[in-house]
Every structure is written in C-alpha cells, then in structure tokens.
Nanobody, 130 residues
Framework: QVQLVESGGGLVQPGGSLRLSCAASGFTLDYYVIGWFRQAPGKEREGVSCINSVNGNTNYANSVKGRFTISRDNAKNTVYLQMNSLKVEDTAVYYC???????????????????????WGQGTQVTVSL
C-alpha cells in the first residue's frame, strides 16, 4: 500500500524554524518527483517546493525562496522541508505528494501543480504565531 506520512509540524514563533519530514512506505522514492504543498484556511492548495529524486533538481514557490530548502534521503525513503525565517503567512496544513518521474535525465525539473501528483499524505499543521 502506497503511503506518505508527514511529520514535524507544530507551533513556532515568527522567525523560527521547523523541519518537516515525509516518509514513504509501500514504494521507494527512487524515480519519483516529491513535492510539498500547503493549504491555509479559506485558500487554495499551493505548491511550495518539489524535488526530482534522481537528478536532485528542485523548484520553489517565490514566496519561500531563500527560506525553505527541500532535500531527500533516498536511503531513508524520506524527503525533508527545512523551513527557516518563518512568517505568520506560512501558517497552513502542509502536505507531501509524489508522482513517478515522466522522464529520467539530468534536465527535468518538476512543477508545482497539484494536478501533477497522484499520491498524497494526510498533512501536518504548521502554525506561525506569537
């Protein structure tokens, strides 16, 4: 059974940091695109970051560039999202998602459209507040 489980969410003050983890079971993340998305109350789900598990190419939303870093540990079958300099507007439920790579080469950089991902986790709450 394909499963993605997020962890690491919580309450943090503005300017603080959190590291989210996305652990995969039932399949290996090799040859997959893994993405992080978030959804705040009353807003649409938006792509935050994603990574090509083969070539390591990454993509970030403009709102998190320079603050968030995505990484993967294929041996642990886990993808991480390091979030620094957190802002109140980063408050949301964060989801990880995965989809098989459409092509295996050194050039492919995945996108941040939710429609591109077929497997989803249940989400973890991140709250940034004083």
């Amino acid at each position: 059974q394909v499963q993605l489980v997020e962890s690491g969410g919580g309450l943090v003050q503005p300017g603080g940091s959190l590291r989210l983890s996305c652990a995969a079971s039932g399949f290996t993340l090799d040859y997959y695109v893994i993405g992080w998305f978030r959804q705040a109350p009353g807003k649409e789900r938006e792509g935050v970051s994603c990574i090509n598990s083969v070539n390591g190419n990454t993509n970030y939303a403009n709102s998190v560039k320079g603050r968030f870093t995505i990484s993967r540990d294929n041996a642990k079958n886990t993808v991480y999202l390091q979030m620094n300099s957190l802002k109140v507007e980063d408050t949301a439920v964060y989801y990880c998602a995965a989809n098989p790579l459409p092509v295996v080469d050194q050039y492919y950089t995945p996108g941040l459209g939710a429609y591109e991902y077929g497997h989803w986790g249940q989400g973890t709450q991140v709250t940034v507040s004083l």
